[in-house]
């Protein structure tokens, strides 16, 4: 979440919001003599890129922090527990430690970096900024510009995910050849951790709110969803339950690509990612019109 989104001044905001909007969707007049068009509360196809661009161009002012900040707490994870533990671990699943981790990193920074984008940006531009009222009040709808935010949130993941995906291809820990593979699949966990963090938007009464999905949701998915071991070391039964969360799904599409391997059941992990990305969408839309349109 950048500055500007968090503490900027709302009217601001609101301009460029609604500026951005109708430009990229203007209102087709009614005929004379018919009644105008009954409301929309489905995304349209194109409206929502206002939301996209407009979020674009707030966040291009300080592009460079905020990917610093989505890179240092992966990083971190990347070589200290890669060089540290990798030196007593050594090889896990025919390959070095640290190759193994990275592709787990990849999945891992998409999950936070769409995450914190969903809940702590757009609950900014929701609540506290009310950009959100200011794009309403242009021929965009609930559903067009929270579709923008979930596309917006995905698009930083990727950025976060091909950064760290460049730098373990640069160290010889990943092949360069896998980045078709592994863009889309990064692309749609994006898509889906964005979509289930709108639903905390929705529910969130404050910034505050979200360090329960923070400590009971994000983290037991990093520790058991296979970034750090396999998920075969898990007892039966738990990694029943773990094979269903959507970020072993992710690394499941991530680290088989980025290691030059087969992936298992891909269609299976990309099924699963993209009914989580539309039940989220589709939870969060509801909830959101509950609360802003009652």
Not at 66 to 84: C, K, V
Not at 136 to 164: C, F, N, Q, R, Y
Not at 253 to 273: K, N, Q, T, V, Y
Request: proline share 6%; net charge positive; glycine share 8%.
């Amino acid at each position: 979440m950048t500055e500007h989104d968090r503490h900027g001044p709302g009217s601001s905001a609101h301009a460029e919001g609604a500026a951005a909007a109708t430009a990229s969707a203007p209102r087709a007049a009614s005929p004379k003599g018919h009644p105008p068009d009954a409301p929309r509360y489905l995304p349209g196809i194109t409206p929502w890129t206002g939301v996209w661009r407009r979020n674009f161009l707030v966040w291009r002012k300080l592009a460079i922090a905020s990917m610093f900040g989505n890179l240092a707490d992966p990083m971190i994870y990347l070589f200290g527990l890669g060089f540290g533990l990798g030196m007593m671990v050594g090889e896990v699943d025919g390959t070095s430690y640290i190759a193994f981790l990275a592709a787990g990193t990849v999945g891992s920074s998409v999950m936070f970096s769409a995450s914190f984008e969903s809940m702590y940006s757009g609950f900014s531009r929701m609540h506290v900024q009310r950009t959100w009222e200011a794009l309403m009040h242009t021929p965009l709808t609930l559903g067009d510009v929270v579709l923008g935010e979930v596309v917006w949130a995905a698009s930083k993941a990727v950025l976060s995910g091909l950064a760290i995906l460049v730098v373990a291809c640069v160290l010889g820990y990943a092949r360069i050849d896998s980045l078709p593979m592994v863009l889309p699949a990064v692309l749609l966990a994006g898509l889906a951790f964005a979509s289930l963090a709108m639903v905390m938007t929705a529910l969130a009464p404050s910034y505050d709110f979200f360090m329960f999905y923070q400590t009971l949701v994000m983290t037991p998915m990093l520790l058991l969803s296979g970034v750090f071991f396999p998920l075969s070391q898990l007892p039966a039964a738990a990694r029943h339950v773990t094979e269903w969360l959507p970020l072993a799904h992710a690394v499941a599409l991530i680290r088989p690509a980025m290691l030059g391997r087969a992936i298992d059941l891909p269609w299976s992990h990309a099924g699963a990612l993209a009914l989580y990305a539309i039940v989220g969408f589709a939870v969060a839309l509801v909830l959101l019109r509950r609360r802003i349109l009652r």
